[in-house]
């Protein structure tokens, strides 16, 4: 079964960090490269970055370079986007999403989780 | 960079629609996607490749072009397929998202 469950909403103040967690099923974490996207309240989407799971490796747009950190545990089939030095700018939905190769188009996707940036 | 035209298409059930994804320098047909998104929903991927329909999407929906000019049409307009449509070049180092085209009831 091809799946991706997110972890869920979190509220964090401006300068803290967030972890935002998806799970997939074996077969996606074996097989599929997995992306992060966001959604701004209304806006658009936008790439954040990818991470192999297999592998591990992850590269970052450069937006987000410095500031993201895309991991995987292999134990649990979860990959997992850390955002620092949150600002109000990075309140927005977050999703991750897959290819079943790369590159590839998304064909599955994460429920998505709400992460709000407020003091 | 991937623009999206026009931002917002009012029609009517039954009817064509034509929506536009320009990019500002060639990019490769293989790697040009189509998504549809509702509101408080994850986008749907609808056509890959610039023409090929992902698994379970109705022929209603095709894709075409190549170069810098793609087009999604939606043959006849049922009431479901009004959301708004993404197109999404993937077939670099960098992933990129057009703004997106809001397609609403005329």
């Known amino acids: 079964q091809v799946q991706l469950v997110q972890s869920g909403a979190e509220v964090k103040k401006p300068g803290a960090s967030v972890k935002v967690s998806c799970k997939a099923s074996e077969y996606t974490f074996t097989n599929y490269y997995l992306h992060w996207v966001r959604q701004a309240p209304g806006q658009g989407l936008e790439w954040m970055g990818i991470i192999n799971p297999s592998g591990g490796s992850a590269s970052y747009a450069q937006k987000f370079q410095g500031r993201v950190t895309m991991t995987r545990d292999t134990s649990t089939s979860t990959v997992y986007m850390e955002l620092s030095s949150l600002r109000s700018e990075d309140t927005a939905v977050y999703y991750c999403?897959?290819?079943?190769?790369?590159?590839?188009?998304?064909?599955?996707w994460g429920q998505g989780t709400m992460v709000t940036v407020s003091s | 960079v991937l623009t999206q035209s026009p931002g917002t298409l009012s029609l009517s059930p039954g009817e064509r629609a034509t929506l536009s994804c320009r990019a500002s320098?060639?990019?490769?047909?293989?790697?040009l996607a189509w998504y549809q998104q509702k509101p408080g929903q994850a986008p749907r991927l609808l056509i890959y490749g610039a023409s090929s329909r992902a698994t379970g999407i109705p022929d209603r929906f095709s894709g075409s072009g190549s170069g810098t000019d793609f087009t999604l049409t939606i043959s006849r307009l049922e009431p479901e397929d009004f959301a708004v449509y993404y197109c999404q070049h993937y077939g670099s180092s960098k992933v990129t998202f057009g703004q997106g085209t809001r397609l609403e009831v005329k």
């Open positions: 320098q060639s990019v490769s047909s293989s790697y």
């Open positions: 999403a897959g290819g079943y190769s790369y590159p590839s188009a998304f064909d599955i």
